[in-house]
């Protein structure tokens, strides 16, 4: 049994930037925002995040450029109210060959004459949105943060914080058990409330939940990168992991980087097969891949 690399990004990246009601600690960096100024900021920003995160509202089409050490792909990726498609449009960074163009069309095609394959599709995306609300449940007291100075971002002034387990925290069951396990840092965007970067490292050997048996190893990071990409809409814009861990006594490694670009909105309501008509019917620029 394999574990899902996107499972496992999700996962870690709602642990990070979805929590609940923070925890601080009691000192803190005293320039140019007082503690309770800043504790403030961050429940304000996380409780965005997480509004965000369950948001529907506001669909995109974007490029997905994803890169691990043996092989990058580039995709196309349409969000609907039937779950994302994709289309592969670049290997390595070269257009597909036609005889690879052609199984992509076919894929296509077999999708928009199969509505199970969809429906399929978006009971895997809710069943991994479950556990991470599984995960989010036991989040209000799961770090503590501390305020670690401000720095000048992209679009304007960002307070860094770092964070770390709360030793008052008992994990109810094995998805919440990794909280215990990771420290780090976030930026905040202080305007826009918003996270701009996270970075966060496994401290020690984390046990993997999902039903699995297995465990991530001491060491792995991940790091993410968001930002305003429609009229106030932030997105996740790089993404990079390396991580190790064992499974049903194999042992896997995760080393990947990922970065989305060429936001577009789509109408709000889309369904699937209108997302793979238009997927079929392209052939915009940013269907290049570049």
Known sequence: MAVDCTAVRRLMVLVCLLPGPAVFSAQGAPDQL????????????????????QDRGHPMRYLLRKTSPRLTTTKQIVETRDGAVARLIAINGAPLSAADEQKEQARLDTLLADPELQRHRKVGE??????????????????????????????????KFTFRPNPEFDPPDLETLVLT???????????????????????RDADLGWGLIGKLYKGGWIAIE?????????RTVRFQMQMSGRVFFRTRVFNTTEVETHFEPVPAGL???QAVQMLLADTSPNSSGR
């Open 126 to 159: 809710e069943t991994d949105t479950g556990r991470a609300l599984k995960v989010l449940r036991a989040l209000p007291r799961a770090f503590i943060y501390q305020y670690a100075g401000s720095e000048d971002g992209p679009s304007g002034k960002l307070a």
């Open 34 to 53: 007082p503690p309770a100024q800043a504790q403030a900021l961050v429940i304000r920003t996380l409780a965005n995040e997480l509004r965000a995160a």
């Open 271 to 273: 369904g699937y097969v």
């Open 181 to 203: 396990a990771m420290s780090g840092e976030v930026w905040i965007d202080i305007d826009a409330e918003r996270v701009a970067r996270l970075k966060g490292r496994l401290d």
């Open 226 to 234: 968001q930002a305003d990409v429609s009229g106030g809409q932030w």
